[in-house]
């Protein structure tokens, strides 16, 4: 691998290096399956600091270029991004199917009707291999307690009988509801039977839920400014009318609620996402005040609430509120998205048209995975675990705050006092928000704008450009001391 860096260039050496080994990848001159030079190595060989070469591989291996095996070493890839990328016919080996229907007799496509969903996806997935990432909305995969899960699962089957060959309560598991009836009363004071309790798979469908069971076309919401993407999106989805109400490092500002009808609200009150502001006490009677006088629902995200952070854990609007407030939950951040479970928790008065609007959307949950989160909160697993995860979280948004700190000096930031992810205000003299991500990622570290984070920003309020989302749950502590300075040292 011949290499020729020029340091009297303007392009960093890391940056060269890149390029070059990129160059000589394209041109063949690296072969598929070839080593590379360790970074140690290279490192002798050109003269130059190990780390430049370190971080010119990290790159190559997040785009796609190279691969590691670990113990073993670093190869260039069998598969490039830009054959990736190629759909050329005949270029798979896969045999063409004959056409159903001849050529002269198909339709062609301005004949035939569009779609009739106009929604947009949001932004869920990162499948991004930076190796330092923030994103805001993972865990941490080595929290997830596994051994116990396995012990679970095992125990559910041997006593599965005729529950995996049959169908189900579409509701959910009794067993599973009563635990989560039990549970919310604990420790959130919301007391409810479990025929009120919906088993979904997770908090967006269960919003899914509550809008089929509460509103129709052109119905007006109440919505955090910014909010939810997932959330704002589907709203669109159905044509619903939106009123933006801006937030602060209180929540949603309930004094803007003058004089707005509605019939609906959507809030977040425990984390409220992207900007993580906790709802106070009074914010909370008074929104309530709101949804009485105007006769509106209130739908509570009761988002990140099993992580909260020192001082006392505020009501739910459910607990205050139990005939107008459809309260939304989901194990995703406390157990694993991956597990695709949540729940409504329905007034009593709405639970049977939300048991009917259940069963024509789908026909139940996997009992496996209920049977076993049943017993795993019957038996306080559940109640344990979130106690060391809690601990652990803490422990890392501290050291979040103090790589800032340490780093920029004083800082601004919002959604400190829960959750597994804070919103930092980017200093006076740096880049806005768009650019400090691309900086970032420049140095292999991941970190968000409000948008590209899975937030929502109506009208012109400025905030996108001056937040960054920055998730700490997945990081180790030297991790994110590493990513923060490597981001100091790129601006």
Request: proline letters at 5%.
């Amino acid at each position: 691998m011949l290499i020729s860096l020029d340091r009297t260039s303007a392009q960093s050496l890391q940056e060269q290096l890149f390029e070059q080994i990129r160059q000589q990848i394209l041109d063949g001159r690296l072969k598929a399956e070839a080593a590379v030079p360790s970074s140690r190595h290279l490192a002798q060989q050109l003269g130059i600091s190990r780390n430049s070469v370190t971080f010119a591989y990290e790159r190559l291996i997040n785009e796609g270029y190279l691969i590691t095996r670990p113990m073993v070493g670093t190869y260039v890839a069998t598969v490039l991004p830009e054959q990736a990328m190629s759909t050329v016919g005949g270029a798979s080996g896969v045999a063409a199917m004959p056409d159903a229907v001849p050529a002269a007799e198909r339709r062609s496509p301005e004949r035939l009707a569009p779609a009739a969903f106009t929604g947009r996806p949001h932004s869920i997935l990162n499948n991004s291999r930076i190796p330092i990432d923030f994103w805001p909305q993972r865990t941490d995969p080595r929290a997830f307690p596994l051994k116990t899960w396995r012990r679970l699962i095992l125990h559910s089957l041997a006593v599965a009988g005729h529950n995996l060959t049959e169908y189900g309560d579409p509701c959910g598991l009794m067993a599973l509801r009563s635990a989560i009836a039990d549970h919310v009363a604990v420790l959130r004071d919301i007391h409810v039977r479990p025929e009120q309790v919906v088993i979904v798979a997770g908090a967006q469908l269960a919003l899914n839920l509550a809008l089929r069971v509460l509103s129709r076309e052109g119905d007006a919401i109440v919505v955090e400014n910014p909010c939810s993407q997932g959330a704002a999106y589907l709203f669109e989805s159905v044509n619903m009318r939106l009123a933006p109400i801006d937030t602060d490092e209180h929540g949603i500002d309930t004094r803007r609620l003058a004089g707005v009808e509605a019939q609906l609200a959507y809030v977040m009150p425990s984390h409220q996402y992207p900007m993580g502001g906790v709802l106070s006490l009074e914010r909370r009677r008074e929104l309530l005040s709101w949804a009485d006088r105007t006769g509106a629902y209130l739908i509570e995200d009761d988002y990140d609430n099993e992580f909260h952070f020192g001082g006392m854990l505020l009501p739910a609007l459910k607990a205050m509120s139990p005939e107008n407030v459809i309260y939304l939950g989901t194990f995703s951040k406390s157990l694993g998205a991956g597990l695709r479970t949540g729940f409504a928790i329905f007034p009593e008065h709405l639970a049977p048209a939300a048991a009917a609007a259940k069963a024509l959307l789908d026909n139940g949950q996997v009992w496996l995975e209920q049977a076993a989160l049943a017993e795993f909160l019957l038996t306080g697993g559940f109640v344990r675990h979130l106690r060391r995860v809690r601990l652990r979280y803490q422990q890392r948004r501290d050291a979040l705050l103090s790589a800032l700190r340490g780093q920029f000096g004083r800082v601004e930031v919002r959604g400190t006092e829960a959750g597994t992810h804070l919103a930092w205000k980017i200093p006076p003299g740096l880049p806005r928000a768009h650019q400090m991500a691309a900086l970032a990622k420049s140095r292999n570290v991941g970190v968000y704008t409000i948008q590209t984070g899975g937030g929502h920003e109506y009208g012109t309020a400025d905030v996108s450009n001056d937040w960054l989302l920055m998730g700490y749950a997945s990081l180790s502590e030297e991790q994110i001391e590493a990513g923060i300075t490597r981001l100091r040292e790129r601006i």
